[in-house]
């Protein structure tokens, strides 16, 4: 199966949002409501931010929130910080027992 | 605080074979359902595979184009998942993450080990 498609970058000044889009099939994204995303600073392990499309773990800002129409999850990140600079990645279970990844979008605070 | 080591990364020749280990501490291993997702360079995340906990009997999955050259393991007595891989590939090259998963989500991860497959 292939990769999930995301926008390779977004931006946005501090302050500002940012809306990230992932969009795949009715065999993923559109069939399951196990859609993750992922912050990863380059080096470090990546960090879970948003899970079961809307979810947030705890100690995640209210900043981040994801929510899904269709075939395509999306995920915002409100009032944007230096520290949100970073690579997001979607996640989503799939038919036949299959989990995949989006292509990644990285993210640039201006 | 959980922590999450992966070792047995290194420079292997093509065709060769590698095993790559992960130790868990500061949550209960042997609840967690452990996967492994690599990055090859400049790329995106990938998920390898992932090994369920003994309740479900210690099944594992892997991504169709990887499934016959790796297999998981685990030892729960030593909070540890094994990642081998046989038949390595230039395009096996990358950082390896182990991770806990639970409902289909990876709720830890650690900090990777480089797998660098050349001649």
């Known amino acids: 199966q292939s990769a999930l498609t995301q926008p390779p970058s977004a931006s946005g000044s501090p302050g500002q949002s940012v809306t990230i889009s992932c969009t795949g099939s009715?065999?993923?994204?559109?069939?399951?409501?196990?859609v993750s995303w992922y912050q990863h600073h380059p080096g470090k392990a990546p960090k879970l931010i948003i899970y079961?499309?809307?979810e947030r773990p705890s100690g995640v800002p209210d900043r981040f929130s994801g929510s899904k129409s269709g075939n395509t999850a999306s995920l915002t990140v409100s009032g944007l910080q230096v520290d949100d600079e970073a690579d997001y990645y979607c996640?989503?279970?799939?038919?036949?027992?299959?989990?995949?990844f989006g292509t990644g979008t990285k993210v640039t605070v201006l | 605080e959980v922590r999450l080591v992966e070792s047995g990364g290194g420079l292997v020749q093509p065709g060769g074979s590698l095993s790559l280990s992960c130790v868990g501490s500061?949550?209960?291993?042997?609840?967690?359902?452990m996967g492994w997702v690599r990055q090859a360079p400049g790329k995106g995340l990938e998920w390898v595979g992932r090994?369920?906990?003994?309740?479900?009997?210690?099944?594992?999955l892997f991504a169709a184009s990887l499934r016959g050259r790796f297999t998981i393991s685990r030892d729960d007595s030593k909070s540890s998942v094994y990642l081998q891989m046989n038949g390595l590939k230039s395009e096996d090259t990358g950082v390896y993450y182990c991770?806990?998963?639970?409902?289909?989500?990876?709720?830890?991860w650690g900090q990777g080990t480089l797998v660098s497959v050349s001649s």
């Open positions: 991770a806990a998963e639970s409902w289909y989500r990876f709720i830890d």
């Open positions: 500061g949550f209960t291993f042997s609840n967690y359902y």
């Open positions: 090994i369920t906990h003994k309740a479900d009997t210690y099944g594992t």
């Open positions: 009715s065999s993923d994204v559109g069939r399951y409501k196990y």
């Open positions: 079961d499309v809307t």
């Open positions: 996640y989503s279970f799939a038919d036949s027992n299959q989990y995949i």
